[in-house]
């Protein structure tokens, strides 16, 4: 099948290899000029795990190209996926001007029948707005769907290659068949493809998102409450996540949720239900609840260093928002580092991925370390903030040599409480008793 990705985003991007890996033909467009002679020139823009092996291959068997020229990309496929940038804007809404801008441009363009697909997270309504501004210059048929992603940064690859389910939001007989044959050789493993109206299937992915952005508010909760009464959080978290009504992902406590959908979606989930004048109170409470999650790791370090952070040394390991990404949006060590500098803290930071991103932000603010022991030498205290693999089995001897306080402030649970103890590090994390061998 002949597709078009219009913009190359984490979605867009993944989504077009992707689909290009199972045979199809696909041209990705993007308006950035210098993106896309880098794509041309076989450099992938993003980290995702696996996804630079398929970038290439399928560049070299023909199926997968770039370019800025819409009308080229319009004119030689009938499948239109929009993974277009939805932000937040400053109320909350989600911002459709990408979203509207390539509308019209297509209803400009088109001159035979193509199928436009919303694959990116956008507002209920959004399919019908898309059609509006299509059918106003459109002299040809077309049909507009709603087929939202589930994927993960870290796995976006993966999830691609094998859904859990697809949704196609749809009432065109012609657009589901299409859809449903484009999905074949995802679904030939007995995965369902749920149709629905274009309204519920956009509402869908936000319910998803939404959802499991309560799932870890709770549990966050939940943790904060273990650390007043003594329980430990990873108990309760074993002992409720092998029931299978709740299921035991997104249930582990730490410093909240980050990246670039749970804060916009939830956010605009809570918009969209205002406008329509439904208070969702949950949802509310989900964001005030991560909103103080984010730097409960600083007032710990406070009262270990007696209420003084000014002229302190503090390590950071980890800064993007999840392991396996170079994504810092919404991340939790953003508000942590932020906090640090407003208290006149040194700063020093590693990460695998992300301090190229995270050095757009702060510059010379932070000091960035070619690996993750050089972020200790002479620190006050380390905090964690991303759970990494290597950051699992360190040399603690090493770090206690380098550090001069042995404390760890550990927003992902990372450490064993019993390996703390035996190596005499002051360690305290989400949700469990503090350990003050150091």
Known sequence: MNIAVIGTGYVGLVSGTCLAEVGNNVICVDIDEEKVEQMQEGVVPIYEPHLEELFHKNIQAERLEFTTDLKYALDNSLVIFLALPTPQDEDGSADLQHVKNVAHKIGKKISAYKIIINKSTVPVGTSEMVKKIIASYAKVDFDVASNPEFLREGFAVHDFMNPERIIIGSTSNQAIDTLKNLYRPFTSIKRPVIVMDEKSAELTKYAANTFLATKISFMN??????????????????GIGSDSRIGNKFLYPGIGYGGSCFPKDVNALVYSSDEAGYDFKILKSVIDVNKVQKTSMIPKVKKY?????????????????????DDIREAPSIDVINELLLNDVEVLAYDPEAMHNMYKLYGGKVIFCENAYD????????????????????????????????????????????????????????????????
């Open 305 to 325: 260093l007696n209420n003084d952070l000014k002229g302190k040394r503090i390590g950071i390991w980890g800064l993007s928002f999840k392991p396996n990404t």
């Open 375 to 438: 972020a200790l030498t002479n620190v006050d205290c380390l905090i964690i903030n991303t759970e990494w693999r290597e950051f699992y089995s360190p040399d603690f001897f090493r770090m206690k040599n380098l550090m001069k306080n042995a404390a760890i402030f550990d927003g992902r649970n990372v450490f064993d409480l019993n390996l703390m103890k035996e190596n005499k590090f002051h360690y305290e994390s989400v949700g469990r008793k503090v350990i003050k061998n150091a």
């Open 221 to 238: 909760e939940v943790a904060n409450l273990c650390e007043i009464i003594g329980s430990n959080v990873e108990d309760i978290r074993k």
